[in-house]
């Protein structure tokens, strides 16, 4: 294993001390319990907190700062972050106007963020909680019930952000992020595995010719092993049980997000995003708009997957809303 | 080899299709000649034109739009895109002020860039050029007489942009430039190699705890290969030869740039940047601007390169201004 860190047990802690010195104009930092926020006053705002495993970044700590999330707790390496930073966070982040979670539907995050919302209940502060699984490829897996949450957590997490920052109250943000999961479907493959630090070795091995379809962002088996092959074959397997799923039909329009795990180049996620947009031109959908880029990914896990939302014209304007982030910017 | 590709004769051009797809808002594509472009008129600015071997992205393609580049010119994987190209994008970009040609110093790009701006001239343009060769790894390299550019580019593009979106003339712009590359130095190292999609297997190979220090974007050599190391000593290796070179001393401000070769999650980069600022502070230089990401890499390449520039107030205050582009995006 090599790896750019200090000592095994200091890689999360230390990388987001480095987050938060390079990013000290959006985010602030607690290091006990760990969790990072906004810079700025949550005052008369619904909080938006989200947190998961670390080794998925940009994701959530990138995502924090205007028009997205309020705070992000990292556990360690591919493991649940426990309740005490989410009581902390959802306290740093509380604005009166109570806090929604966004929760990856992971057994141990859907679990810590249950209690951690009965704590803040019982300090006051109101949550509700909206638990993502928009990964077609399998039905149960590793660590969950029913389906993993994967890249629809970041359309999730850039609309229901604008909502809040627009001022919108929980009930109305927490249905505004309901209207993303009914709409957004994901599937990934991999081309090789990712090495979690503590363990010292690759999550799985691929051959020299072989890929992972289906593929969880912690490694979790997909639907099965097979040759490699070309981009445009990969993009068509991966968007058959999306669109699929979906029922995606002509005349509509979708948000598509071509997303790499981490250590693929960006030259090659660009061919594919080119066979999503010719897919789906062929079917007759268009595509709004475009996210192309790493944003949820596996340690330095080669491949990618592919989110697609259908999106009515109210979830494009909040798409296109002012976002501020170390990850996602634009439009102010 | 396995990478997300078609034919590898199509790899460059098949990602130029999907950039130009996904940044429509930003950018416009040429196939023949290959060139991107801004979507937006130039007339009344001076244009700024780089380009190089593909495989770095998202250098340059990625720098394009309001604030940094005005065109970009791809060449095949780390090979020279050729003069033609060059001159069209020169004429696509010609608002009237003349056009910078940002130029990293390899022996090929260099020649082409000569040739093109002397093209240009014959056809009214005027044109001038800088050369950058920002790394202190080594004195001459493979494809290098003195020393390579690297990550000082990216700051130069952003920051000769800034300048020539305000309206300075040709003069100016270059100047401009010319101030950043007095100031900027740079140094990286590699954990693996990469591959070249036309060579089929990894330019070079290190062993499971072997790292080689001033290594170049293209796997040229660099100064040594030695035993991996923790990442505060990575990171002091590098900055070493790069503090030295710069003489930089207390009471400096500086634009300190963690960059990732391709391959390398942010979780580490980020371990990375607490190091380089840790060190910097020790020695009373402030970090004034902070860049933390991968966007000048080696295609899929493990490692990382930091890059240093000694910032006045006006160079700040020109790194600050707006920059809409696929890649950098801040201030409006």
Same mark, same amino acid.
């Given at each position: 294993m090599k790896k750019i860190m200090n000592a095994v047990a200091d890689i999360v802690r230390e990388s987001c001390e480095g987050f938060a010195l390079a990013h000290a104009d959006?985010?602030?930092?607690?290091?006990?319990?760990?969790?990072?926020?906004?810079?700025?006053?949550?005052?008369?705002?619904?909080?938006?907190?989200?947190g998961g495993g670390s080794g998925h970044e940009p994701l959530h700590s990138g995502f924090i700062g205007r028009g997205m999330l309020s705070a992000a707790c990292p556990g360690e390496v591919f493991t649940s972050p426990v309740p005490d930073q989410m009581l902390a966070a959802t306290k740093a982040i509380s604005g009166g106007k109570g806090v929604l979670?966004?929760?990856?539907?992971?057994?141990?995050? &859907?679990?810590?963020?249950? !209690? #951690?919302?009965?704590? =803040?209940?019982?300090?006051g502060i109101e949550v509700q909680s909206v638990v993502i699984g928009d990964d077609v490829a399998v039905e149960d897996s590793t660590w969950t019930a029913g389906r993993r949450g994967v890249g629809g957590t970041v359309l999730l997490e850039k609309i229901a952000g604008a909502a809040a920052e627009a001022g919108a109250d929980l009930a109305e943000v927490k249905k505004v992020a309901e209207g993303v999961m009914?709409? &957004?479907?994901?599937?990934? !493959? #991999?081309?090789?595995? =990712?090495?979690?630090?503590?363990?010292?070795?690759?999550?799985?091995?691929?051959?020299?010719?072989?890929?992972?379809?289906?593929?969880?962002?912690?490694?979790?088996p997909g639907r099965e092993r097979t040759a490699m092959k070309s981009a445009d074959e990969l993009v068509?397997?991966?968007?058959?049980?999306?669109?699929?799923?979906?029922?995606?039909?002509?005349?509509?329009?979708?948000?598509?997000?071509?997303?790499?795990?981490?250590?693929?180049?960006?030259?090659?996620?660009?061919?594919?995003?080119?066979?999503?947009?010719?897919?789906?031109?062929?079917?007759?959908?268009r595509v709004a708009r475009h996210l192309v880029g790493n944003f949820i990914t596996s340690l330095e896990m080669q491949g990618m997957s592919i989110t697609l939302m259908r999106a009515s014209a109210e979830q494009l304007r909040l798409w296109d809303a002012p976002v501020v982030t170390p990850a996602l910017r634009w439009g102010a």
């Open positions: 959006l985010v602030r930092l607690s290091t006990d319990p760990l969790f990072l926020c906004r810079a700025d006053s949550m005052s008369g705002r619904v909080g938006l907190l989200s979670y966004i929760v990856k539907n992971y057994t141990g995050d &859907v679990m810590n963020f249950e !209690l #951690a919302a009965e704590l =803040a209940a019982a300090e009914e709409n &957004v479907r994901s599937m990934g !493959l #991999a081309l090789t595995g =990712a090495t979690v630090p503590a363990a010292g070795k690759p999550n799985f091995v691929l051959a020299d010719d072989e890929m992972e379809l289906g593929i969880g962002i912690h490694g979790e068509d397997a991966l968007l058959g049980p999306i669109i699929g799923d979906l029922g995606l039909g002509r005349g509509e329009e979708v948000i598509a997000f071509t997303n790499g795990m981490g250590g693929t180049p960006l030259l090659e996620l660009y061919v594919a995003h080119r066979q999503v947009v010719k897919h789906l031109e062929g079917l007759g959908v």
